[in-house]
């Protein structure tokens, strides 16, 4: 993925989170979003791969964690991923996360 790709993924889930924790905090997320948060959290690892928030994230959506069928809150995630987005743009501004090549 490029920079503006991963953006606007991590923005378009944080959206779709809020209007889920708004309705229901306790919500769960499955199914076809733990390939897409996969996708996510590779991204921010291969643009951060050093960073804590990273680093602590991949636990939330663990392999291990999914296999065993451990739900992901919605207000959970989407506590994480703004965190996220916030230390990509930290790193590589607001308007982007990484030049797009």
């Known amino acids: 993925m490029k920079g503006q790709e991963v953006r ?17 905090p306790e919500q769960e997320v499955r199914g076809i979003a733990l390939p897409v948060l996969d996708t996510v959290i590779g991204e921010a690892k291969r643009l951060l791969p050093d960073h804590p928030v990273v680093l602590r ?12 069928g451990e739900p992901i809150r919605a207000v959970d995630l989407l506590l994480a991923l703004e965190a996220l987005a916030e230390a990509l743009a930290s ?3 607001r308007s982007a996360y990484a030049p797009d090549e």
Do not use: M, Q
């Open 91 to 93: 790193r590589y501004g």
């Open 57 to 68: 994230f991949a636990d939330l959506v663990s392999p291990e964690n999914i296999e065993t």
């Open 8 to 24: 606007r993924t991590l923005d378009a889930l944080v959206g779709r989170l809020v209007l889920l924790a708004e309705k229901d």
